[in-house]
């Protein structure tokens, strides 16, 4: 009952539907206290998504990506704001956490489709498919926040870059964690063949 109450107040159901997702079941692991700060410390820290650009050329690159990606994520989000918005908000979280660009459109493309409020089988939520249990262990325990677009991207990246790490940096072992199906092909290279579609020179 509660989560019905929560999807109506976010504008989920209805109108809008709960949409389905195909992410894996990501297990929830025993964290280490410090790795549990860390971890706390990179999703709660504040800032606005804007990239600070102090070269000429680096802004030119920028904006490259910001007009090329655009043209591709048109076929998902029709809305030129929401595009805009989104993939800022996507350049600043994957900068903040080290990640490649493409790696990370590859992830929500294959994950999500780019679906704000899609949902997996497995309860995983919005575009990066987030499992709950994140909130809980790392912030606030607000599962409905995952549904925002800055908090998902942030929570998301981190995550990445934590099991990436944890893998020592294997992309695919990295990926396969996170989610929920590691050592088998599938989801990486699902990943990996989208990655491409979004690769460019800035990356």
Not at 13 to 36: I, N, Y
Request: charged content about 20%.
């Amino acid at each position: 009952m509660r989560q019905v109450a929560s999807y109506a107040a976010l504008g989920i159901g209805g109108v809008w539907g709960v949409l389905p997702a195909h992410a894996g079941r990501q297990t929830e692991e025993l964290l280490s206290d410090s790795v549990r700060t860390a971890l706390s410390a990179a999703v709660s820290e504040a800032a606005p998504p804007e990239p600070v650009l102090e070269k000429e050329s680096d802004r030119q690159a920028y904006a490259q990506w910001l007009s090329a990606s655009g043209l591709k994520l048109m076929k998902w989000l029709p809305q030129a704001i929401e595009r805009q918005e989104f993939l800022q908000t996507l350049w600043y979280e994957s900068r903040r956490a080290g990640l490649s660009l493409s790696l990370v459109l590859g992830l929500i493309e294959t994950e999500s489709g780019f679906r704000k409020y899609a949902i997996s089988s497995a309860g995983a939520r919005g575009y990066m498919q987030v499992m709950p249990f994140w909130t809980r262990t790392l912030g606030h325990g607000d599962r409905g926040s995952l549904f925002h677009m800055q908090t998902n991207l942030r929570f998301g990246c981190v995550i990445l870059r934590y099991l990436l790490d944890k893998e020592r940096g294997d992309v695919f072992f990295g990926l396969g964690r996170y989610n929920g199906s590691r050592g088998q092909a599938v989801y990486p290279n699902a990943v990996t063949t989208a990655q491409r579609r979004w690769l460019q020179g800035i990356d």
